[in-house]
């Protein structure tokens, strides 16, 4: 590739990120898109600016980097979480290295790389991207100690800035651990592989265990039932019921009619709403009785429970012991909090676990395989000689210097981006098919998946298949891979250099704008005609952390070999910091994402131990380049350097990985001492109790001020409100009205809820202590 081919995908990729910056800055103060950028809340707020016209509303404006900039770790701390806090880290950690890099690399490598070789230079447009890189040093040059020595500076300062963020951050997560003093999963230890017993059910089983060998720090008990079915009715019920806050004040008048409208595709005809006939006195005669005989449903126990203890220090000891001389029953840990709970993968028995782990491992193996081929043929577009010679008819359109610049510059990492897509979702799945016991461990295990996958396919594949497409059996042989990619790598290099380009620009500008969020709020609104919009979702932790570490890794590798990747490689990571924390501010975050659950940091060791793995990579790499190059001054001098480099990450396992693992016993300690001491021991024990209901009270659905008229046929109304007392003051925007409430059965889904929840919820089982 010649360098008018990355100035080509360099423009193109910049055009669309300053389009897309544009569209955000104008979108974001559109009143119709504020529930996108905004949420709920501040969207009720601007519903006076819905009609009115503001010039300043069409003008694209930075006040957003301001205001991203201006956020402090602390509020983003307080606002999304410990995981939040670990990705601007990480961002950080990018920035600093790497500005490093490209000052030393930049204007220290790169000159000899293209002055490497007594030849005539032409153009630089015209000029080749392998001039710049270590491939057009002479070999046994001596300006080669030169780059030695900027490997030396890069691998030291990225060791220094690592220990400083892995101390930083196993801070933080002490101080994560002593701040949530009434968190009940600090108290909970979830036990599977309870024995089933022919004369005895699992909560016997569960109380005869642990009454027996825990009896001091024992508290209670409660075991997971499965009722799959019945819980997704009640989650239906509760998500149609919770619709109805929204409506605080609304009176609806039974005189409305149905609209009749075409439909936007077909044409055909559809009624707005249907009136349902209720009669209110009939409603309040035919109340479900909870104690009612008929409405109880057999419960299914399963072998899991979740046992709560009198201390935090004595639920850590369970969990970490092993409880039997068979590793596969009572096999306890700590529990994860309510919110975070996978109910469903509870219910499967303990021994499928280690199957369901081989089975999604072989799964993988053979999507990466599957893989090779788009990407051997994306590979393809870069070789223009091989890809004249497989398709003839192609001679003439790649005469042409403009086609010739957008096929090698811009299509191929286009095209793999577009087979990338279909990453994520797929490891998710698989990651689900585990059996893992949280909705964080779950995103986690994907997040390990997808930047396994990414860096084979992404890297290895194209090094190894990229440089010579008609000899893929090279990821056969181990023994020359390392030579294969002191040789490739230098040449993808300008590959990797237009993938950061399309992959990195552009996501951040579809992350900013919020694509998928944007498109779905125009369908509800304009072609599906629905109001409400509850499509708030967590922060895609196990697409985005493989994302940015990836390109770390195309950094550390690429540095030295290939210093012109830096500057679009530190653009990139500067733009993600803007990009990033204006997704965390803590009047965006709460709205465009929705943190229900956090790992407390667990998202650092996987960052760590890649960087360190880019490290040990980038320094093999070099090693054998310094060798083809017969430079053996320089290849002696790497061998430390790598030894070095694994000593440091193993005094980091050491010294820091262990907190990431457990919790401190004496921070648990201190903290049951400090509850004592307080005297809010007992509240906390009996907090625990409800603190694992798999249904619990739908006392948390508020229905304030939600009022149902029925007319009779002469006219006269009666009206039936909730239980829940009218606010008096409310302010006059809030007050709507809507056609489709007519008559609206909100006594009857609020008795359905309850009912439900009464019948489902578990009674505690407690010892009498």
Same mark, same amino acid.
């Given at each position: 590739?010649?360098?008018?081919?990355?100035?080509?995908?360099?423009?193109?990729?910049?055009?669309?990120?300053?389009?897309?910056?544009?569209?955000?800055?104008?979108?974001?103060?559109?009143?119709?898109?504020?529930?996108?950028?905004?949420?709920?809340?501040?969207?009720?707020?601007?519903?006076?600016?819905?009609?009115?016209?503001?010039?300043?509303?069409?003008?694209?404006?930075?006040?957003?980097?301001?205001?991203?900039?201006?956020?402090?770790?602390?509020?983003?701390?307080?606002?999304?979480?410990?995981?939040?806090?670990?990705?601007?880290?990480?961002?950080?950690?990018?920035?600093?290295?790497?500005?490093?890099?490209?000052?030393?690399?930049?204007?220290?490598?790169?000159?000899?790389?293209?002055?490497?070789?007594?030849?005539?230079?032409?153009?630089?447009?015209?000029?080749?991207?392998?001039?710049?890189?270590?491939?057009?040093?002479?070999?046994?040059?001596?300006?080669?100690?030169?780059?030695?020595?900027?490997?030396?500076?890069?691998?030291?300062?990225?060791?220094?800035?690592?220990?400083?963020?892995?101390?930083?951050?196993?801070?933080?997560?002490?101080?994560?651990?002593?701040?949530?003093?009434?968190?009940?999963?600090?108290?909970?230890?979830?036990?599977?592989?309870?024995?089933?017993?022919?004369?005895?059910?699992?909560?016997?089983?569960?109380?005869?265990?642990?009454?027996?060998?825990?009896?001091?720090?024992?508290?209670?008990?409660?075991?997971?039932?499965?009722?799959?079915?019945?819980?997704?009715?009640?989650?239906?019920?509760?998500?149609?019921?919770?619709?109805?806050?929204?409506?605080?004040?609304?009176?609806?008048?039974?005189?409305?009619?149905?609209?009749?409208?075409?439909?936007?595709?077909?044409?055909?005809?559809?009624?707005?709403?249907?009136?349902?006939?209720?009669?209110?006195?009939?409603?309040?005669?035919?109340?479900?009785?909870?104690?009612?005989?008929?409405?109880?449903?057999?419960?299914?126990?399963?072998?899991?429970?979740?046992?709560?203890?009198?201390?935090?220090?004595?639920?850590?000891?369970?969990?970490?012991?092993?409880?039997?001389?068979?590793?596969?029953?009572?096999?306890?840990?700590?529990?994860?909090?309510?919110?975070?709970?996978?109910?469903?993968?509870?219910?499967?028995?303990?021994?499928?676990?280690?199957?369901?782990?081989?089975?999604?491992?072989?799964?993988?193996?053979?999507?990466?395989?599957?893989?090779?081929?788009?990407?051997?043929?994306?590979?393809?577009?870069?070789?223009?000689?091989?890809?004249?010679?497989?398709?003839?008819?192609?001679?003439?359109?790649?005469?042409?210097?403009?086609?010739?610049?957008?096929?090698?510059?811009?299509?191929?990492?286009?095209?793999?981006?577009?087979?990338?897509?279909?990453?994520?979702?797929?490891?998710?799945?698989?990651?689900?098919?585990?059996?893992?016991?949280?909705?964080?461990?779950?995103?986690?295990?994907?997040?390990?998946?997808?930047?396994?996958?990414?860096?084979?396919?992404?890297?290895?594949?194209?090094?190894?298949?990229?440089?010579?497409?008609?000899?893929?059996?090279?990821?056969?042989?181990?023994?020359?891979?390392?030579?294969?990619?002191?040789?490739?790598?230098?040449?993808?290099?300008?590959?990797?250099?237009?993938?950061?380009?399309?992959?990195?620009?552009?996501?951040?500008?579809?992350?900013?704008?919020?694509?998928?969020?944007?498109?779905?709020?125009?369908?509800?609104?304009?072609?599906?005609?629905?109001?409400?919009?509850?499509?708030?979702?967590?922060?895609?932790?196990?697409?985005?952390?493989?994302?940015?570490?990836?390109?770390?890794?195309?950094?550390?590798?690429?540095?030295?070999?290939?210093?012109?990747?830096?500057?679009?490689?530190?653009?990139?990571?500067?733009?993600?910091?803007?990009?990033?924390?204006?997704?965390?501010?803590?009047?965006?975050?709460?709205?465009?994402?929705?943190?229900?659950?956090?790992?407390?940091?667990?998202?650092?060791?996987?960052?760590?131990? =890649?960087?360190?793995?880019?490290?040990?990579?980038?320094?093999?790499?070099?090693?054998?380049?310094?060798?083809?190059?017969?430079?053996?001054?320089?290849?002696?001098?790497?061998?430390?350097?790598?030894?070095?480099?694994?000593?440091?990450?193993?005094?980091?396992?050491?010294?820091?990985?262990?907190?990431?693992?457990?919790?401190?016993?004496?921070?648990?300690?201190?903290?049951?001492?400090?509850?004592?001491?307080?005297?809010?021991?007992?509240?906390?024990?009996?907090?625990?109790?409800?603190?694992?209901?798999?249904?619990?009270?739908?006392?948390?659905?508020?229905?304030?001020?939600?009022?149902?008229?029925?007319?009779?046929?002469?006219?006269?109304?009666?009206?039936?409100?909730?239980?829940?007392?009218?606010?008096?003051?409310?302010?006059?925007?809030?007050?709507?009205?809507?056609? =489709?409430?007519?008559?609206?059965?909100?006594?009857?889904?609020?008795?359905?809820?309850?009912?439900?929840?009464?019948?489902?919820?578990?009674?505690?089982?407690?010892?009498?202590?």
């Amino acid at each position: 590739m010649k360098v008018g081919g990355l100035l080509a995908s360099a423009g193109i990729n910049i055009g669309l990120c300053v389009l897309f910056l544009s569209l955000y800055s104008i979108l974001r103060k559109q009143p119709q898109n504020v529930k996108v950028y905004f949420g709920r809340r501040i969207a009720e707020e601007n519903n006076r600016l819905r009609d009115a016209f503001i010039l300043e509303r069409f003008v694209p404006s930075p006040s957003w980097i301001v205001k991203s900039l201006r956020c402090t770790e602390d509020e983003l701390l307080a606002t999304a979480g410990l995981d939040a806090v670990v990705f601007n880290r990480i961002l950080v950690f990018s920035i600093r290295i790497f500005s490093l890099a490209a000052i030393l690399c930049v204007f220290g490598i790169l000159p000899l790389n293209y002055f490497g070789q007594d030849m005539h230079h032409v153009r630089i447009p015209s000029a080749s991207l392998e001039t710049f890189t270590i491939g057009n040093m002479q070999e046994r040059s001596r300006w080669l100690w030169v780059h030695c020595v900027v490997l030396y500076i890069i691998s030291v300062a990225a060791c220094v800035l690592l220990y400083s963020e892995y101390k930083h951050i196993a801070r933080l997560r002490l101080c994560h651990i002593s701040r949530s003093t009434s968190n009940p999963s600090h108290f909970t230890v979830l036990v599977r592989g309870i024995p089933k017993s022919s004369t005895e059910s699992f909560n016997k089983t569960v109380q005869s265990f642990f009454t027996k060998y825990h009896a001091s720090s024992y508290l209670s008990h409660q075991v997971v039932y499965k009722v799959g079915k019945v819980q997704k009715i009640v989650s239906g019920a509760k998500k149609v019921y919770r619709k109805f806050r929204h409506f605080k004040g609304t009176k609806v008048d039974q005189r409305c009619r149905s609209i009749t409208f075409q439909c936007c595709f077909c044409g055909a005809s559809s009624n707005s709403f249907q009136l349902l006939p209720i009669d209110f006195e009939q409603e309040e005669s035919e109340k479900p009785d909870v104690n009612d005989s008929s409405l109880s449903l057999p419960d299914e126990e399963c072998g899991a429970a979740f046992v709560f203890f009198k201390t935090r220090y004595a639920a850590l000891v369970v969990a970490k012991i092993l409880q039997t001389s068979n590793p596969m029953r009572w096999v306890t840990s700590l529990a994860p909090e309510r919110d975070d709970i996978y109910w469903s993968n509870l219910w499967l028995p303990y021994k499928q676990i280690w199957i369901r782990h081989i089975a999604t491992l072989l799964g993988s193996i053979v999507f990466m395989f599957i893989f090779l081929l788009p990407v051997t043929f994306i590979q393809g577009l870069t070789q223009l000689e091989q890809l004249q010679q497989r398709l003839p008819f192609l001679r003439g359109i790649l005469k042409k210097n403009y086609m010739t610049q957008l096929i090698t510059g811009y299509l191929p990492s286009v095209i793999l981006q577009i087979f990338l897509y279909t990453v994520p979702p797929t490891m998710m799945l698989f990651s689900t098919l585990e059996g893992p016991i949280s909705h964080s461990e779950r995103k986690k295990s994907a997040c390990c998946k997808v930047l396994y996958f990414t860096i084979w396919n992404v890297f290895f594949v194209n090094v190894l298949s990229g440089s010579a497409i008609s000899q893929v059996i090279a990821l056969s042989s181990p023994k020359a891979i390392p030579m294969q990619l002191a040789r490739a790598v230098p040449v993808q290099a300008t590959f990797f250099t237009t993938y950061v380009l399309t992959s990195g620009w552009a996501s951040l500008s579809s992350e900013l704008m919020q694509l998928f969020a944007l498109t779905w709020n125009f369908i509800r609104r304009y072609i599906l005609r629905m109001t409400e919009d509850d499509f708030l979702y967590s922060f895609p932790y196990h697409t985005e952390v493989p994302k940015v570490l990836l390109f770390g890794l195309l950094g550390f590798t690429c540095a030295v070999l290939a210093p012109l990747i830096l500057p679009f490689l530190l653009l990139y990571f500067c733009l993600g910091y803007v990009v990033y924390r204006n997704q965390f501010l803590p009047f965006q975050f709460l709205n465009v994402y929705c943190t229900k659950y956090d790992t407390g940091g667990l998202y650092w060791p996987i960052a760590h131990n =890649t960087t360190i793995f880019s490290l040990v990579l980038a320094q093999i790499i070099c090693l054998g380049v310094f060798g083809l190059k017969e430079s053996p001054v320089a290849a002696g001098f790497t061998v430390p350097l790598i030894i070095f480099t694994l000593l440091f990450n193993q005094y980091c396992r050491k010294r820091h990985l262990p907190l990431f693992k457990t919790f401190p016993a004496q921070n648990l300690i201190d903290m049951d001492q400090e509850d004592q001491q307080m005297g809010r021991t007992e509240d906390l024990n009996e907090r625990l109790h409800s603190a694992y209901f798999q249904f619990p009270d739908t006392d948390d659905i508020p229905l304030e001020g939600v009022h149902t008229n029925s007319r009779d046929k002469d006219g006269s109304g009666t009206c039936g409100e909730s239980s829940r007392k009218e606010n008096a003051d409310d302010d006059p925007i809030d007050v709507l009205s809507h056609p =489709t409430l007519d008559r609206l059965p909100v006594s009857q889904l609020r008795n359905v809820v309850r009912s439900l929840s009464s019948i489902l919820r578990p009674q505690r089982r407690e010892l009498p202590v």
